[in-house]
């Protein structure tokens, strides 16, 4: 029996026993009864919430299992890493920090960049030094 019914029934006793003829209890009974019936709205209320986040739910699901299908079921597990992500890794440019012996200035530089005999140029100064 849903919260409706039981709020009706209710209803349907009170009338039945005629209890109209005691107005204070008359009173409490239709306030009784109107604050069941606005519990009942709320619970419909909350339960159709409740089917549309589902509905959304079991949708999304849809959706991931279509994109674990298309790009393998590896993607959605957290400790995936692809082959791509290691190329990046290796590719990544490695800078140094340094000082420039004439100005006293930082600056980063890639040392992949230069030989080992080639001179440093600092960008603030222009001077050039071995790093």
């Known amino acids: 029996m849903s919260a409706r019914e039981k709020i009706a029934y209710l209803r349907g006793l009170i009338e039945g026993q005629n209890l109209s003829e005691n107005v204070g209890l008359s009173k ?16 419909d209320e909350i339960s159709e919430a409740q089917d549309d986040l589902r509905d959304f739910v079991e949708d999304l699901e849809e ?14 597990d957290p400790r995936y890493e692809s082959d791509d992500d290691e190329d990046d890794d290796d590719e990544e440019e490695k800078y140094e920090n340094t000082t420039c012996p004439a100005c006293g ?12 005999d080639e001179d440093l140029l600092c960008p603030h100064c222009g001077q050039p030094f071995k790093q």
């Not at 959706?63 to 959605?76: F, H, Q, T």
């Not at 530089?109 to 080992?116: H, M, R």
Request: proline share 5%; no cysteine; glycine share 4%.
């Open 28 to 43: 409490f009974h239709e306030a009784l009864l109107g604050a069941l019936d606005s519990l009942a709205e709320e619970l």
């Open 63 to 76: 959706e991931v299992m279509e994109i674990s299908s298309e790009y393998g079921p590896d993607l959605l």
């Open 105 to 116: 200035r930082d600056f980063a530089y890639q040392p992949d960049a230069y030989d080992e």
